[in-house]
T-cell receptor, first 112, second 112 residues
Framework: AQSVTQLGSHVSVSEGALVLLRCNYS??????LFWYVQYPNQGLQLLLK??????LVKGINGFEAEFKKSETSFHLTKPSAHMSDAAEYFC??????????FGAGTTVTVRA | DAGITQSPRYKITETGRQVTLMCHQT?????MFWYRQDLGHGLRLIYY???????DKGEVPDGYVVSRSKTENFPLTLESATRSQTSVYFC???????????FGDGTRLSIL
C-alpha cells in the first residue's frame, strides 16, 4: 500500500520568491504521481502528473515537479510566487493508476 | 454546461438521519469516486466505481452506501449519520483509469 507525506502543513513565501513544496511517497512499484491545487470553497484541480515519460514534469501556472526515484520524492516548485498561488496543495500517488492516495496537504500563503 | 456537479453544496442534519449526496457528470466518464476531506488527513477515498453497476470500497467505506445505476450519477448515502461523518465530501470522475480525475466543488456536511 502506498502512502504520501507532505513536509510542512503551512508554507509562507514572499511574492516573487521561490515556492518549494515537498512530497515523499512510499510505493512498492513505480507509481503515478500527481499534484493538485485547491482554492477556497472549490474542488481540486490538477497541476501536473508524472507518468515516467520524463523526470521533470511541467504543469500549469508555472509549476513543475521533479521525480527522484532514489529519494522517493516528487517536490513541487515555482520560481516566482504570485499572490494568486495562495491555496492548498496536495500530492497524490497511485499504483494502479486510478485509486489515489493523498497527502495531508500544504497551505501556501503569499506575502506582498 | 459540461462538468461535474454536486448537490447540495451545504447540508446540516442530525445524528441518525439518512442523507444522500448527489453527484452528476456530463462527460460520460467511466470512473467515479467519492472522497471525504478532513483537516490533517487530506482526501480519503470512500467508494469508487469503474462503470455503471460496478462499485467497490475505498479506504473509509464504513457507514456509507453507494449506487450507480446510470453512468452519469453516483449518489452517496449515509444511512444513519454520525457526528464523525461531519466533513467535506468531494465527487470526482475520470475517463479512464490513467486519466486525471476531475473534481466537483464539494458538499459541506454538518451532523449535529
Amino acid at each position: 500500500a502506498q502512502s504520501v507525506t507532505q513536509l510542512g502543513s503551512h508554507v509562507s513565501v514572499s511574492e516573487g520568491a521561490l515556492v518549494l513544496l515537498r512530497c515523499n511517497y512510499s510505493s512498492s512499484v513505480p507509481p503515478y504521481l500527481f499534484w493538485y491545487v485547491q482554492y477556497p470553497n472549490q474542488g481540486l484541480q490538477l497541476l501536473l502528473k508524472y507518468t515516467s515519460a520524463a523526470t521533470l514534469v511541467k504543469g500549469i501556472n508555472g509549476f513543475e515537479a521533479e521525480f527522484k526515484k532514489s529519494e522517493t520524492s516528487f517536490h513541487l516548485t515555482k520560481p516566482s510566487a504570485h499572490m494568486s498561488d495562495a491555496a492548498e496543495y496536495f500530492c497524490a500517488v497511485s499504483e494502479d493508476d486510478y485509486k489515489l492516495s493523498f497527502g495531508a496537504g500544504t497551505t501556501v500563503t503569499v506575502r506582498a | 454546461d459540461a462538468g461535474i456537479t454536486q448537490s447540495p453544496r451545504y447540508k446540516i442534519t442530525e445524528t441518525g438521519r439518512q442523507v444522500t449526496l448527489m453527484c452528476h457528470q456530463t462527460w460520460s466518464h467511466s470512473y467515479m469516486f467519492w472522497y471525504r476531506q478532513d483537516l490533517g488527513h487530506g482526501l480519503r477515498l470512500i467508494y469508487y466505481s469503474a462503470a455503471a453497476d460496478i462499485t467497490d470500497k475505498g479506504e473509509v467505506p464504513d457507514g456509507y452506501v453507494v449506487s450507480r445505476s446510470k453512468t452519469e450519477n453516483f449518489p452517496l448515502t449515509l444511512e444513519s449519520a454520525t457526528r464523525s461523518q461531519t466533513s467535506v465530501y468531494f465527487c470526482a470522475s475520470s475517463h479512464r483509469g490513467d486519466q486525471p480525475q476531475h473534481f466537483g466543488d464539494g458538499t459541506r456536511l454538518s451532523i449535529l
